[in-house]
């Protein structure tokens, strides 16, 4: 073949995109990319010894020219972009230094970039004379504001009253990532349909799945580090049955550690419900079993805010699937098929309650190192308020107050930086540098994401923040009572998942969450609002 013909259809297929993106083909990617960083990389770096980066490359090489070999090209890069987002691998590039280490913030090439930023190049040239954003009001909002969230971080960067402009700007820099998997995954919504991305999701979480409770039974990590996997800790032990079990921090498969694949969980259990509803016999099977493995992971990862979520997204899903059923017209259901969407959900929160009603005593936490004088009476108001929380806390049954008291000092503490600094904060990620300074116990970053926007980017940003997520809820709660087609099921469960992913968020800490996890929701809420009519 001439370098002539070569170079006529390589400019072909930048200028001119495929002319179909198949749902079985992106399917097929999904799955195909999934096996091999799942199951493949880590078998052939265990076995032989061969350098991990070294394998990962030559798995995306046998993958890209799969991809180009069966005519998957663009399914791939959509489908990558989908499973990657998922994985905490990443290198860093710059950071703060603390003690001669490199601190916990860092600005960071992930994984998912690899295939995301020449996949929104594409799409660009692809689209940009005919893609128009979605006429529904709320979908609009939801970009407009995620948008102006990345302009108001940067700017709260640089005029925040926090010690750091630089944790700041790392800050900025992980909204812009958000910012571009939310356009991206709008036009891949748009063009390919939600099932299709929320399915893949499904596969690249379930591999996850399977991944962790290998570490599990491993009784630790496996040390693939540069993929993801997170190194960790076990803390507690519990039983089932006769088998012991430990709970840990490192059983997150590569999603990081075990409270980020939690919040996944909490995003896409509901659209395995979902299959288990609408699916086929094998689909059934499988989606069957990925809500049982995760809710055995919610129960190692031994946290009572993912249980919680949990047991709040239970009566939601109960609750719409009883609408969709009463409500549907024509969707080739009967009432075998809701029979199992009811039965599945109690069955799982009833195997949660039983698996988390099993935990054994916990090792002692450690006492706190004691919190330092602050200086000019900053911190006083939070040093005397949590107190008196956590005192009134302490008599309230059933409430385990043994990590409370730093969560009660960060929250109080919040807000009085939200009180004394409205307009920028302190600056995004700045806050485990001022915490002690605030009457906090430790530094360590803000145990609730939406006060960390609080801290971070004062008051317009939270409010940024709020209305970008209300505004993605509200086009899936409004797709799941309007739409008239079979997907509205689909729409309910999603919904489902983000008020289960948005109330962990209350409890975990920022720092822990903010990667991975946010990837993965905004990637969704881009093929949520992009799928939208």
């Not at 949590?386 to 009660?408: F, H, K, Q, W, Y």
């Amino acid at each position: 073949m001439s370098y002539t013909v070569v170079r006529n259809s390589l400019l072909s297929f930048f200028s001119d995109p495929p002319g179909t993106v198949t749902e079985r083909g992106m399917l097929l990617s999904a799955l195909s990319l999934t096996v091999l960083l799942v199951g493949v990389v880590p078998l052939v770096t265990l076995i032989t010894g061969f350098p991990l980066l070294a394998v990962v490359a030559i798995a995306g090489v046998v993958y890209a020219g799969w991809a180009v070999l069966t005519d998957n090209f663009l399914e791939g890069l959509c489908s990558g972009v989908i499973v990657l987002c998922t994985f905490q691998a990443e290198i860093p590039i710059a950071g703060i230094s603390r003690g001669g280490q490199l601190g916990a913030y860092t600005l960071e090439i992930m994984l998912v970039d690899v295939a995301a930023v020449p996949l929104a190049v594409l799409l660009l040239v692809w689209t940009s004379a005919r893609f128009r954003l979605p006429t529904d009001r709320s979908a609009r909002i939801a970009g407009y504001a995620l948008a102006g969230l990345v302009v108001w971080a940067t700017i709260a960067a640089v005029m925040g009253d926090g010690p750091s402009t630089m944790m700041g700007l790392f800050f900025s820099v992980a909204q812009l990532r958000h910012l571009l998997l939310f356009g991206i995954a709008m036009v891949i919504g748009r063009y390919v349909g939600l099932r299709t991305v929320t399915y893949s999701l499904l596969i690249a979480v379930g591999g996850h799945v399977l991944f962790a409770i290998a570490e599990v039974f491993n009784r630790g990590s496996f040390g693939l580090s540069y993929l993801g996997e997170a190194s960790g800790y076990g803390f507690e032990t519990f039983y089932i049955g006769p088998i012991a079990v430990t709970a840990s921090t490192y059983a997150g498969g590569f999603a990081g550690i075990a409270r980020i694949l939690t919040a996944l969980l909490l995003l896409v259990i509901p659209i395995a419900v979902e299959r288990v509803i609408r699916g086929s016999n094998w689909q059934q099977v499988l989606s069957l079993g990925f809500i049982t493995g995760g809710v055995f992971l919610l129960r190692v990862s031994a946290t009572d805010s993912g249980w919680a979520a949990f047991l709040l997204t239970v009566p939601l899903m109960i609750g719409s699937v009883a609408y969709i059923h009463r409500t549907a017209e024509e969707d080739g259901l009967g009432l075998y098929d809701y029979a199992r969407g009811y039965a599945t959900t109690v069955g799982a929160g009833l195997l949660s309650c039983l698996l988390f009603f099993s935990r054994t005593a916990s090792q002692e936490a450690p006492e706190p190192e004691p919190a330092p004088e602050p200086v000019d009476g900053s911190g006083m108001l939070s040093r005397i308020d949590s107190e008196i929380i956590i005192s009134m806390l302490d008599a309230v049954p059933l409430i385990n107050t043994g990590n409370l008291s730093i969560r009660v000092q960060q929250y109080v503490a919040a807000l009085e930086i939200g009180i004394t600094n409205p307009l920028f904060g302190i600056g995004g990620m700045n806050f485990s540098l001022v915490a002690q300074s605030y009457g906090v116990s430790r530094a360590i970053s803000m145990h609730n994401v939406y006060l960390s926007f609080l801290v971070g980017t004062g008051i317009p940003g939270i409010l940024l923040f709020v209305t970008s997520l209300l505004a993605v809820l509200v086009v899936a709660v409004k797709n799941a009572v309007t739409a008239i087609d079979e997907d509205r099921l689909l729409w309910a469960m999603i919904a489902c998942g983000m008020l289960g992913f948005h109330a962990i968020n209350f409890w975990i800490a920022a720092g822990e969450i903010g990667k991975v996890a946010y990837m993965t929701f905004w990637m969704l809420a881009g093929a949520v609002v992009g799928s939208t009519k």
